[in-house]
């Protein structure tokens, strides 16, 4: 064990989850790859949706912010803060959302709670609909809405949660289902669970793509369809947007645009990538909406002028750029590429997803069932050849997740394949 993995452990808690048997210190990144501590260089094939949206020290974000830290970093609250406004008006301009409100916050569980703050307070119910196998944080009411029990350590919830069907198609009883049976049954189930909602439910939350959950999107029109069911009962729609926000899915801009029919949802909420690693949530919500709340609600850092010329730096980034038409251009070849090598291997059961978000679910060949282990040795072996990749899933983490930073070249995409199709190869 390294000295600074005995140390971590010695002061951190143990649910702080670590990846590798011998977990990496990453020094330092550029572009698409970073280093460790001991000068290895990997192709980062999953800072892209943890916090590097764009590409390791962007040139123009690291000078952003360093003229802004050089000025002044100061509360977002209290005094007007110029960049703060600068970037709320351009959020909620892409958001689609019509009289738009947005609120910074520091994280995505920070935005997802304000969601709930809202929803509940404008409905005046606490009952919640979540999708199954769901993410949404680490709060005490985030956690009470998150589906994968893997990262829901607590049921004590302020909240109560009804689960529908939706997020995951791989498995479970509606796996067999054409998309428009699958659509047509899981309609029929939230019709179930809103009958079950007692005083009226106050939102249905979900992610347009399950990202923790394994990188797994319902068929498209999926939300339009809950949407009209929603409307009826008068139920808001929250899309959570932090993993599919700003382009990463390739053909749209925001993951709820895949079931555009619906019309923008009620809340949106975003955060990870955003400020490419500097933190920043938010919540986008209609005036209405977001001015439910009848007292003051403050977050000190949520839009710390520091962050949002992050945000600002990135965003005019990735529009310059067509990062998103990358995602849907790089990730595309990936995705066929991975296809390609992975419709030989038994250990695949699946290969999904959609822009630069890619889930490779594997299965243990002799019993068809889900394979943490062999998910986990190939996390290793993608290690040991030069690429960092991600897992997920539901509680028993057998998908393997890539989601590079949206700036990916082509021939970094077959480099990392050729190292993935080896580590595979192993399993
Ligand atoms: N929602 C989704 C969909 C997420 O993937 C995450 C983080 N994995 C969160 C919310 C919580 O974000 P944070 O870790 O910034 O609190």
Redesign the pocket.
Known sequence: MSDLHARHKAVLPEWLALYYADPLEITHGEGRRVWDADGRQYLDFFGG??TTMTAHALPEVTKAVSEQAGRIIHSSTLYLNRPMVDLAERVAGLSGIPDARVFFT???????DTALLLATSYRRSNQILAMRN??????FT?VGITGNNA?SPTSLSPLQTLYVHGGVRSRGPYAALSDAEFIKACVADLRDMLGQARGGAAALIA?PV???GGFTSPPDGLYAAFREVLREHGVLWIS?????GWGRTGDHFWGWQAHAASGPPDIL?F??GIGNGM?I?GVVASAEVMNCLDSNSISTFGGSPVTMAAGLANLTYLLEHDLQGNARRVGGLLIERMRAICAQLPVVREVRGRGLMIGIELIDPGTGEADPRAAAAVLEAAREGGLLIGKGGGHDTSVLRIAPPLSLTVAEAEEGAAILERALQGA
């Open positions: 949706i943890l520091t994280s995505g569980t920070e935005a997802n769901s993410y949404h944080g680490r709060s985030a990262w992610e399950q990202g923790v959570d947007e932090v993993q599919t909420t955060a990870k933190s949530g």
